[in-house]
Structures are given as structure tokens and as C-alpha cells.
């Protein structure tokens, strides 16, 4: 029976009327606050989480772009890409292969 009364107690709100009532408002406060930063620190996390998601997603599609610039690069850079946009322009290669010039550097003798 007493469980009965202490639990419809409960439920009629006594515990807030009581004669020791400023002791319970401040726990529910306290609680209440507690409550509050726990949720505000749960949305803070979750928007790093989904900052950081976003971020190695353009992380990814920079390093993919980089990769895909830089085989057009070395694809410009070949020989053979170089030689066809010379000859759009009018210069072919030259047949005859280059010679080595050497300079024999003559000493004054005394």
C-alpha cells in the first residue's frame, strides 16, 4: 500500500510542493542543463562527423582530378604527341642526325 501512495505521490507532483521542494526544483534543473549540454555536445558531433564525410569526399575527387591532369600532362609531353603539333605548324624533324661540336681550347705556349 505504501508503494501505491508513494508512487501516486509521484504522479500528483507532491515531491514539488513538498516542504523540502527547493531541493527537488534544483535537481530537476541541474538535470534539465545536464540534459541540454548533452544534446547540444551530441549535435556538435554529428556535424564534425558529417564535415569530415564531406571533406575526404572532395579529398577524393581532388586526388582523382590530380591523377587525370597529370597523364594529360605526361601524355603532352611525349615525343611523338610534340613532333604532330610542329608539324600542324610547318616544322618537320630534321633528318639528318644532330653532330656533337667540340671545341679544343688551344693553350699559349711561352
Known amino acids: 500500500m505504501k508503494v501505491k501512495k508513494g508512487i501516486l505521490d509521484i504522479l500528483r507532483g507532491k515531491f514539488l510542493v513538498s516542504g523540502d521542494a527547493p531541493k527537488n526544483w534544483l535537481f530537476i534543473i541541474f538535470a534539465s542543463f545536464l540534459a541540454v549540454v548533452m544534446i547540444t555536445s551530441s549535435h556538435s558531433a554529428d556535424k564534425k562527423v558529417h564535415r569530415i564525410a564531406a571533406l575526404n569526399e572532395e579529398v577524393k575527387e581532388l586526388r582523382s ?43 699559349n705556349k711561352e
Open 65 to 107: 582530378e590530380f591523377v587525370d591532369a597529370r597523364s594529360d600532362v605526361q601524355q603532352l609531353k611525349l615525343e611523338s604527341t610534340i613532333t604532330k603539333t610542329v608539324e600542324e605548324k610547318g616544322l618537320y624533324p630534321s633528318e639528318t642526325p644532330p653532330k656533337k661540336i667540340r671545341v679544343k681550347s688551344i693553350k
